[in-house]
């Protein structure tokens, strides 16, 4: 098509097409068999499409005089590339059932295997169909799974309702890409299980622990600028929460308050790792020649400002010289002779310059640590006097009943009954879901938004009528949005998944149905485990892999687990 010559087709164009789209090759058209050539929309025109006539396959085609781009299909105008944008954040919504067919027609694949019927269980959820014209002001909301055009957690008047019935119903929203499936039933068996005593989550809990997180990020921060004069590692906090929790035995989800040991051995030896200076890749030689000069002088001033042995001293000093007398008298060297000098001069200064800073760094540890404690104490007090205005008592809720038996693994239930939840406000923009609470705002695209809505739907047993679903999915994105960070992209590999090939090879090539380390938001089964069972348990998750217990018949030939090593260490 790239050698053609794009020849537009003018509204008084004789040539015409079959009902069925397309061009016969033979006999005239006859009037009651074919239909002329439709204008394209405006927006498309502006955006530089016109429709042309291919002389070679005697059919029309779509080009674009901006992109040199050419579609055999009407073009789809907000359509996202799937490689820079695979979660579709910034297209723009279909306007209707026309334009998500003719977005798939444009080379996307349908992804999610519950959207065919064919491939549907017997408990596998399809929307149905709403046939309304598609228009450009169509609006489109996200709907029940079971209701089409009405929002469970909202509730509506008489009046309302009255009011809506002659209106048609908004057409679904249809992701072009899914990176799930949730048809797929689980064949994992564990013993049945207790409820959890864990506190149920709370919009009001779950801001102040994000403030006091952000507090905690900002005194680490502080100390290791005022003790060692350095910017703290690159998310080594979030590495410090990743490795608390794998040892914590307290009782908040995300902040540690009971770890042995106390100081931690990940953020010690980042920091370390970063002292006296903190070194970088090196491109040129220029840049090693600046970057061994400033770590002789680092380790030569950290050296005289701290209490170290008459040894170390010495050795570090003469060192020092050494490498400064080199430097001013070769000036030929390559980078390579460079780097090679500070490794020498790391290996020769690095243990006497560890041993005078140990001390400060496992009091940055221990400091940030204790605080966190602290932190817990607090949000611990907070969340049980909210219950207790609820009157809703911890210490004397009944525990369930459990039998000794064998079941399908199935989510984390909690034996603490929820407390009334306040106002969280929803709205779209574009492909984003926004929710606000007392003005903090969470986002997150309109698709994982309608994966949220499934997974609260199949695997939450305490709100039929989705009064708490707003609420629980702000805690949500609030929780693991805190856990990731506030820096520019930062966190941003704690959420990796396999691609979805994979994951269809694994479940059709070896029986997996279960994820280990997973999320609601990155999980493509229903059944996974993650890191905090009190939010997740509502949308599927079976609890922290590290402390869940599989029974040997689970383990079987056709049990398989996906675990992703590179996830959390859950």
């Known amino acids: 098509m790239t050698s053609e010559n794009h020849t537009t087709i003018k509204a008084d164009s004789a040539l015409v097409m079959s009902p069925t789209g397309s061009t016969s090759q033979a006999a005239?058209?006859?009037p009651s068999t074919s239909k002329p050539i439709q204008e394209l929309p405006d927006e498309l025109i502006q955006a530089g499409w016109s429709k042309c006539w291919s002389k070679r396959e005697n059919r029309p085609y779509y080009f674009n005089r901006f992109t040199n781009q050419s579609l055999w299909e009407m073009p789809v105008l907000g359509q996202h590339d799937v490689i820079s944008d695979?979660?579709?954040?910034?297209?723009?919504?279909?306007?209707?059932?026309?334009?998500?067919?003719a977005g798939l027609g444009n080379g996307q694949r349908k992804r999610h295997p519950s959207e065919d019927a064919s491939q549907a269980g017997p408990n596998s959820f399809k929307r149905p169909k709403v046939e309304i014209p598609a228009t450009p002001t169509t609006p489109t909301v996200p709907i029940s799974p079971s209701t089409p055009g009405v929002k469970p957690w909202v509730n509506t008047t008489t009046d309302e309702k009255q009011g809506q019935a002659s209106?048609?119903?908004?057409?679904?929203?249809?992701?072009?890409?899914?990176?799930?499936?949730?048809?797929i039933q689980t064949n994992a068996v564990i013993r049945e299980r207790a409820p959890a005593d864990h506190l149920p989550p709370h919009p009001e809990i779950e801001l102040q622990r994000a403030q006091l997180t952000t507090k905690l990020r900002q005194h680490y921060h502080e100390l290791c600028s005022q003790r060692e004069g350095i910017e703290p590692p690159r998310e080594s906090f979030n590495r410090w929460l990743l490795e608390r929790k794998v040892v914590d035995k307290g009782l908040d989800p995300l902040l540690p308050s009971e770890c042995d040991p106390v100081i931690s051995p990940s953020m010690f030896r980042e920091i370390m790792n970063d002292i006296p200076i903190r070194l970088s890749r090196i491109k040129y030689k220029e840049e090693a020649r600046k970057l061994l000069f400033k770590y002789a002088e680092a380790a030569k001033k950290m050296i005289d400002s701290r209490n170290a042995t008459p040894e170390s001293r010495k050795v570090v000093k003469w060192n020092v010289e050494d490498t400064m007398n080199w430097l001013r008298r070769d000036h030929s060297a390559s980078k390579e002779d460079y780097m090679d000098r500070l490794e020498h001069l790391r290996k020769q200064c690095g243990p006497h310059v560890a041993s005078v800073a140990k001390d400060s760094v496992e009091g940055i540890c221990s400091k940030i640590y204790h605080i966190s404690a602290e932190y817990v104490r607090r949000i611990r007090q907070a969340h049980l006097t909210l219950l207790k205005e609820c009157n809703i008592s911890v210490d004397g809720t009944e525990s369930a009943e459990v039998q000794d038996r064998l079941v399908y693994c199935y989510p984390v239930r909690l034996s603490i009954p929820a407390p009334p939840q306040t106002?969280?406000?929803?709205?779209?923009?574009?492909d984003i879901a926004c929710l606000r609470f007392k003005g903090e705002m969470v986002k997150v695209s309109r698709g994982h938004f309608n994966k949220l809505e499934l997974l609260y739907r199949y695997s939450c047993i305490d709100d039929p009528r989705f009064e708490k679903f707003l609420s629980r999915v702000w805690c949500l994105i609030k929780r693991y949005q805190v856990m990731f960070g506030s820096g520019v992209n930062e966190?941003?590999?704690?959420?990796?998944?396999?691609p979805v090939p994979v994951f269809e090879a694994l479940n059709k090539q070896f029986g997996v149905t279960f994820e280990c380390f997973a999320s609601p938001l990155n999980c493509y089964f229903k059944q996974f485990c993650s890191a905090f069972p009190d939010i997740d348990g509502f949308f599927g998750s079976r609890g922290p892999f590290l402390s869940f217990s599989l029974q040997p018949v689970a383990l079987s030939r056709r049990t398989l687990l996906s675990v992703r090593s590179s996830w959390m260490p859950w």
């Open 28 to 30: 005239p058209f006859s």
């Open 423 to 430: 106002r969280v406000e929803l709205h779209f923009e574009n």
């Open 86 to 101: 695979p979660l579709g954040l910034n297209a723009a919504p279909a306007s209707g059932e026309a334009n998500a067919d």
């Open 167 to 183: 209106t048609p119903a908004p057409a679904p929203y249809r992701p072009s890409v899914v990176y799930w499936d949730l048809d």
């Open 491 to 498: 966190g941003s590999g704690l959420q990796g998944s396999l």
